[in-house]
């Protein structure tokens, strides 16, 4: 436990000062026990439990007390509260090679089930986009809270040449931010396609909409939304998916990274040469630290399953570091309350 205030703990040293005016005012009420005839009479009346019990409203106040201080403080406590992620884009990987069978029944076919296992899975506020990524990156499905959709879109998947990792990072963000105004002409298509557009443009057309300034956040610290990057191979085209993760970074977006496949690789059929596959390990950990975000490697279809759920249960449910004097503060209240309610029912006084 923190403390946004740590000072005012100082004020925990009107606790002893409490407890010696509390044991003053026993030894006074005890003098004046001495005017009964016989002090043994009113013991035995009183009783244990009698004289035990008159002791328990005063220490409830005094343990309010001390919750009253650790609040005036302003605590801080790691806790489990649902998480404000609320959008999740699925990126993964449609390059030939997740045709390799070092998966049964194959790297592609356990994608898709473990994809539409975690579509279904996730609460019904939070809504989720799909983008597939090969020699280029598309949005297949925009976020939807509809799981009909999105086990449609993860259905109709189709392979093709190349891998573009930092293509699907940046079509992601742009899926998450589309009022930013990400280029992705020039960032996902290439600067030389992108000039060719321009020289082809009319002479009247209407000029393009200046770009909103863009100040850069901490890495992490949007909470409303996160990327899962799956791929099974390393980048072969596109931008680098180094820079596309400090884009991300710089909007607060965790991307986590999954290797899928097995780190020696696999070699795949591909007009008619076979050709051989492994991803790169590296760089997906470099991506989720950039990101603060995590890295897992799923080398089967039952690691790829329950890398989901992990995933899954911390969309739904998120350790974090939040203020706590509220409910420190109800505690107190609930004792104070406590301290007066037994003290009119067993001594018919407040104090």
Not at 127 to 133: A, D, S
Not at 134 to 153: E, F, H, M, N, W
Not at 202 to 225: H, L, N, R
């Amino acid at each position: 436990m923190s403390f946004v205030w740590p000072e005012a703990l100082w004020l925990l040293l009107a606790v002893p000062v409490a407890i010696a005016g509390y044991l003053a005012l026993l030894r006074r009420r005890k003098r004046g026990a001495v005017r009964f005839a016989s002090v043994d009479l009113v013991r035995l009346a009183v009783g244990p439990a009698q004289r035990f019990r008159r002791h328990v409203p005063p220490l409830l106040f005094l343990l309010a007390l001390i919750a009253l201080v650790v609040a005036t403080a302003r605590p801080r406590a790691v806790v489990t509260l649902p998480t404000d992620q609320r959008t999740i884009i699925l990126a993964i990987d449609v390059s030939l090679s997740m045709r390799a069978t070092d998966v049964d029944p194959n790297r592609i076919a356990a994608a898709q089930a473990a994809a539409k296992a975690f579509v279904q899975e996730q609460p019904a506020d939070v809504r989720i986009g799909i983008v597939t990524f090969a020699g280029t990156a598309s949005v297949v499905q925009p976020p939807t809270y509809d799981r009909d959709d999105l086990i449609a879109a993860i259905d109709r998947f189709e392979l093709q040449r190349n891998t573009a990792i930092g293509s699907g990072i940046v079509v992601s963000l742009a899926t998450l931010f589309p009022d930013e105004g990400i280029d992705l002409e020039s960032m996902v298509l290439g600067s030389r396609q992108g000039r060719g557009n321009a020289r082809a443009a009319p002479i009247d057309a209407a000029p393009k909409a200046e770009k909103k300034a863009f100040t850069p956040v901490p890495p992490g610290s949007y909470p409303s939304a996160a990327i899962i990057l799956l791929t099974d191979g390393r980048r072969t085209t596109g931008p680098d998916p180094l820079a596309a993760a400090q884009m991300a970074a710089d909007h607060g977006v965790r991307v986590h990274t999954v290797g899928f496949g097995t780190a020696e690789g696999a070699s795949v059929g591909i007009e008619g040469m076979s050709i051989y596959m492994r991803f790169d390990e590296e760089t997906l950990k470099a991506i989720a630290g950039i990101t603060h975000a995590d890295y897992f490697h799923a080398a089967s279809a039952a690691d790829l399953k329950r890398i989901y759920e992990r995933l899954n249960a911390r969309f739904v449910l998120e350790r974090r570091e939040t203020e706590i004097t509220a409910l420190v503060t109800a505690v107190a209240a609930a004792l104070t309350a406590l301290a007066a309610g037994l003290s009119l029912a067993w001594c018919n006084r407040l104090a």
